[in-house]
C-alpha cells in the first residue's frame, strides 16, 4: 500500500522561494517515474515537473526557476521553487508512476497549497 504525503507549502510573495518535500511509504526505486502536478481553481491539473532515474523534465511555465530531486535514503522527492510568480498558485501533488506488464500503477498525495500574493 502506497501513501505519499506532501509538505512545505505556503504564502510566500513573487520573487520568493519554497522547497516542496513528498515523502513515500516505500522505495523510491520501485517507480518508474515521479513527479509534481499543479491545480488551481477552474483549471485542469497540469505537469510541473518529472523525475526518472535517467531524466528529468519540466514545463516551459517553471523551466530554469523549479528543480525536482529524489534522495533515495529517505525516500522523498523534493521541488526547489525559486522565482515563484502569482501564476504559480496553486494547490501541488505528488505523483508515482509504475507500469509493469500491462499493468499501470498511478498513485497520489493529498497536495499542499502553494500562494504567492503581495
Known amino acids: 500500500q502506497v501513501q505519499l504525503v506532501e509538505s512545505g507549502g505556503g504564502l510566500v510573495q513573487p520573487g520568493g522561494s519554497l522547497r516542496l518535500s513528498c515523502a513515500a511509504s516505500g522505495s523510491i526505486l520501485s517507480f518508474d517515474a515521479m513527479g509534481w502536478y499543479r491545480q488551481a481553481p477552474g483549471k485542469q491539473r497540469e505537469l510541473v515537473a518529472r523525475?526518472?532515474?535517467?531524466?528529468?523534465n519540466y514545463a516551459d511555465s517553471v523551466k530554469g526557476r523549479f528543480t525536482i530531486s529524489g534522495d533515495n535514503a529517505k525516500n522523498t522527492v523534493d521541488l526547489q521553487m525559486n522565482g515563484l510568480k502569482p501564476e504559480d498558485t496553486a494547490v501541488y501533488y505528488c505523483?508515482?508512476?509504475?507500469?509493469?506488464?500491462?499493468?499501470?500503477?498511478?498513485?497520489w498525495g493529498q497536495g499542499t497549497q502553494v500562494t504567492v500574493s503581495s
Open positions: 523525475i526518472t532515474r535517467g531524466s528529468t
Open positions: 505523483n508515482a508512476k509504475t507500469r509493469r506488464l500491462g499493468t499501470l500503477y498511478d498513485y
